[in-house]
């Protein structure tokens, strides 16, 4: 189509450039798109493995002192993982839930424990000196005006006891919380001899190691059943050995799929 300015083999040229343009602006979109909707599918994976298979393990590289005191057995825990952050791909952040067990749990701390214009107050003020002693009282109030809800007499709703409980997870344990907040993990808390690891240097380095393609397929399928899931999840927390040259996994779905096929 001609304009009326210049030849008409110069529109022509100029009108199929900004077509090619955008066509590869649409490849390039869709190319990134699934590329992201991959990368997604693989951390999706490592974080059920982690919370179903080895959140003990990771426990002990992130915290010894904390995996040392829940392997108590009269402990019961639950670690979560969850997907943080604000810009893609995401990192993963991890928390220590205790259960109860129809048991209830008491906190201890100074804050709840030493009331005011008591002896323990006077006795504690002795102690700590009366400038530390000011000084956790100012912060005392700075966390009322902060958060509003800081105590119990505070919880008037389920929404307020549930601001409270996040109060306390996330306050240090010096103002009277639990300091049992979210915490990311890094690369160096997954162990390397896993498929885990390789998903996660992936989606920090871009770069996919020779174990994770050889995984992928078999990774990136749709499980129809709960055996499927179960076996991917294995896939990503099984310690493989670096000299290994074949792919169990790939290789079993493969054989299973043969299987049906001739039955």
């Not at 105590?151 to 008037?156: G, K, R, S």
């Not at 409270?164 to 997870?169: E, F, N, Q, T, V």
């Not at 709960?226 to 074949?246: D, F, G, K």
């Amino acid at each position: 189509m001609w304009t009326g300015q210049g030849p008409l083999w110069q529109s022509d040229d100029s009108i199929k450039h900004a077509q090619n343009e955008k066509a590869a602006e649409t490849i390039q979109r869709a190319w990134w798109i699934h590329i992201k909707t991959r990368l997604f599918k693989l951390l999706k994976h490592t974080i059920r493995a982690a919370e179903h298979c080895i959140s003990y393990d990771i426990l002990k590289r992130v915290s010894p002192l904390e995996a040392e005191l829940l392997n108590d057995p009269s402990l019961l825990f639950k670690v979560r993982f969850r997907f943080a952050g604000s810009n893609f791909p995401p990192f993963i952040v991890f928390k220590i839930f205790c259960i109860s067990g129809g048991q209830s749990s008491k906190y201890i701390s100074g804050k709840t424990i030493i009331k005011p214009s008591s002896e323990a107050a006077v006795d504690a003020c002795r102690l700590m000196g009366y400038r530390k002693y000011y000084k956790q009282i100012l912060q005392d109030e700075l966390q009322i005006k902060r958060y509003e809800v800081t105590d119990e007499i505070d919880i008037a709703t389920v929404k307020d006891y549930m601001q409270y409980s996040s109060y306390l997870d996330e306050t240090p344990a010096y103002f009277g919380g639990r300091h049992n907040y979210w915490r990311k993990l890094s690369l160096e808390n997954f162990p390397r001899t896993m498929v885990m690891y390789d998903i996660m240097e992936y989606a920090q380095s871009g770069k996919m190691s020779a174990k994770l393609k050889c995984e992928l397929p078999f990774l990136l399928l749709r499980p129809e059943n709960e055996e499927t899931y179960q076996a991917q999840l294995m896939a990503v927390c099984q310690i493989r050995t670096y000299n290994q040259s074949t792919c169990l996994t790939t290789v079993t779905i493969k054989l299973r799929h043969q299987l049906l096929q001739t039955e």
